[in-house]
């Protein structure tokens, strides 16, 4: 899906009533597929004896606030947060790709801590982050943005869905089976980097702003489920 960043971006009406159409329509996909990768990651953790929404975070901080503070931190500072930090950076211009990979670098590091594991993210996209400020714009689209597209795209992608499992505790009890809980955010990422690359940066944000709006609100009204 994601070859080249050519690709992807030439789109022949980029208007605002095309931007919103696929925003709508990517976010019912996402919202679908949501719902059944949710729910059989649900099912397997009962299964194994793992009851998530005893162990989701979310759940405690939605009983602990207001529908109002949880709905403003949810589909306004969360989305714009998160996009900034793993999507900004996914530009042709090489001043908004070395910040974006700066800021990506704060909020993981800073969400996470430095880690063994995260030692390679440091490692990998600093120098390519500095890279890019030395580097001419022909050379930095060939060598760093283009070449290397795929890395940037699915490697944000993968690691915005990894971060999402910080919101459960106890996942040591289903091992690599916890994986499941995060495929909604694996898939609702895809989709957030399409609209980044296509439209644009508040594309991307009106997406997820939109869907965490809408889960939040289905759980304070309806009760439990796990996207």
């Known amino acids: 899906m994601f070859v080249s960043p050519l690709a992807l971006e030439k789109c022949n009406n980029r208007s605002i009533q095309h931007g919103i159409w ?3 329509h990517s976010l019912w996909f996402g919202i679908i597929l949501g719902v059944v990768f949710s729910l059989t990651a649900i099912s397997v953790g009962e299964a194994l004896g793992y009851d998530a929404n005893e162990n989701n975070l979310l759940s405690d901080f939605i009983q602990n606030n207001s ?3 949880v709905l403003l931190l949810s589909s306004v500072t969360a989305p714009i947060t ?3 930090s793993f999507r900004l950076f996914l530009d042709r211009n090489r001043y908004v ?9 704060v909020f993981v590091l800073s969400v996470i801590g430095l880690s063994l594991i995260l030692i390679p993210l ?3 996209t600093i120098p390519f982050a500095l890279s890019a400020l030395l580097l001419s714009k022909d050379s930095f689209l060939t060598s760093i943005y283009e070449r290397l597209f795929p890395l940037w795209v699915w490697g944000s992608t993968i690691l ?6 910080a919101n459960y505790t106890n ?7 916890a994986l499941l809980f995060v495929i909604t955010q694996l898939i609702s990422g895809s989709l957030y980097v399409f609209l980044r690359i296509r439209f644009g940066f508040w594309y991307c944000f009106a997406s997820h702003a939109l869907f965490n709006g809408i889960v939040i ?10 996207l």
């Open 22 to 24: 696929y925003v709508i």
């Open 67 to 69: 529908f109002l503070t």
């Open 82 to 84: 998160e996009e900034v």
């Open 97 to 105: 790709f070395a910040i974006g990979l700066l800021l990506l670098n």
């Open 122 to 124: 440091v490692v990998l």
């Open 160 to 165: 915005f869905s990894l971060m999402h499992l």
């Open 171 to 177: 996942l040591e009890q289903i091992g690599p089976l």
């Open 217 to 226: 609100t289905y759980i304070n009204f309806f009760g439990q489920i796990q």
